[in-house]
């Protein structure tokens, strides 16, 4: 089975100021890792994904990501937030190994709330 | 592109009518998700589809709900009857191959609200 856990339900932050979004995933073998935004009344936009190589992911909007294999990490990072950062964000997870029809599973969610 | 196409993007119908929710995929795309969000259990994944066949149904809540994929460029969720409880935002999404390291592009979402 595969899971994510985002352990916070918000994080506030003051614009300019760095922020990590955290994220922690479990997968029987190699994962997919993704993230995505969701701003108020919108559908979910995707961010970044980790799929093999280098360990440090850069996204849309300034975004970043760092997969750490033996934490089972894989936090969101930017290095100075800005108010229109401020959204709903999600995790998500596939083990690369499940075969050609499996799905993602999404964490709950964590709301970044940056404030001017 | 026009991206994900869902249709209506909001929804108000009373308890025990018909509600059905339409899906348009990007183009190229063969595979289909439909999801829905609700503030108490987040996003769920009720239904996948793979070249146009239902893959994993787990999701769906009950019987009420039912999902169908005529072509490669349309899906349907059916909710019959509907209950206040199925109040959420449903959304569809697509993607090259359900398990691929590709990224799913989501719609905007449908809004229902049953009273």
């Known amino acids: 089975a595969q899971s994510v856990a985002q352990p916070e339900d918000q994080v506030n932050v003051a614009e300019g100021n760095p922020l990590t979004v955290k994220c922690t995933y479990s997968?029987?073998?190699?994962?997919?890792l993704f993230w995505y935004v969701q701003y108020p009344n919108r559908g979910l936009q995707f961010l970044l994904k980790?799929?093999?190589?280098?360990?440090l992911v850069k996204g849309s909007y300034g975004f970043e990501a760092e997969f750490n294999k033996s934490q089972t990490s894989f936090h969101l990072k930017k290095p100075s937030a800005l108010v229109s950062d401020s959204a709903l964000y999600f995790c998500?997870?596939?083990?690369?190994?499940?075969?050609?029809?499996?799905?993602?599973?999404f964490g709950k969610g964590i709301t970044l709330s940056v404030r001017p | 592109d026009a991206g994900v196409i869902q249709s209506p993007r909001h929804e108000v119908t009373e308890m025990g009518q018909e509600v059905t929710l339409r899906c348009k995929p990007i183009?190229?795309?063969?595979?289909l998700f439909w999801y829905r969000q609700t503030m108490m259990r987040g996003l769920e994944l009720l239904i996948y589809?793979?070249?146009?066949?239902?893959i994993d149904d787990s999701g769906m809540p009950e019987d009420r709900f039912s999902a169908k994929m005529p072509n490669a460029s349309f899906s349907t969720l059916k909710i019959q009857p509907s209950e206040p409880r199925d109040s959420a935002v449903y959304f569809c999404?697509?993607?090259w191959g359900s398990g691929s390291p590709y990224e799913q592009y989501f719609g905007p979402g449908t809004r229902l609200t049953v009273t």
């Open positions: 999404a697509s993607t």
């Open positions: 997968v029987s073998g190699n994962p997919y």
């Open positions: 980790y799929i093999t190589g280098d360990n």
């Open positions: 998500a997870v596939r083990d690369m190994g499940t075969g050609a029809n499996s799905k993602l599973t």
């Open positions: 183009s190229g795309h063969n595979s």
């Open positions: 589809f793979n070249n146009n066949v239902p």
